[in-house]
């Protein structure tokens, strides 16, 4: 059985930083690409960045957190970062990851798309103050 476990939300100010992280257990994680979601109070769950099986610079941003956020993994301890800075306060949700359902996806086909992801954890809340 697959779990993920998110941490390391919490409560900043507009401008500050921070660093959630999501352990993964299960299944050979270095095998599979990883993503970021995010779901603020009545809105629709929404992509923020995905990262390939072997890490590195094969990642993919949504718009709004490009140059802002960086997703990475550590492979060894099964484990992937969302380093958020100068965070917003529209950054306010539950910050989510999600395993892809895929095999050595391949950085080309990267997915945005939560349905591509068939394992997620319980969510992280973050909340910016303005």
């Known amino acids: 059985q697959v779990q993920l476990v998110e941490s390391g939300g919490g409560l900043v100010q507009a401008g500050d930083s921070l660093r959630p992280s999501c352990v993964a257990s299960?299944?050979?994680?270095?095998?599979?690409?990883m993503a970021w979601f995010r779901q603020a109070p009545g809105k629709e769950r929404e992509f923020v960045a995905a990262i390939n099986w072997s890490g590195g610079s094969s990642t993919k941003y949504a718009d709004f957190v490009k140059g802002r956020f960086t997703i990475s993994r550590d492979n060894a301890k099964n484990t992937v970062y969302l380093q958020m800075n100068n965070l917003k306060f529209e950054d306010t949700a539950v910050f989510y990851c999600a395993l892809d359902r895929r095999i050595y996806t391949p950085m080309a086909a990267l997915s945005t798309s939560a349905t591509t992801y068939n394992y997620w954890g319980q969510g992280t809340q973050v909340t910016v103050s303005s």
């Open positions: 299960g299944r050979t994680f270095n095998s599979y690409a």
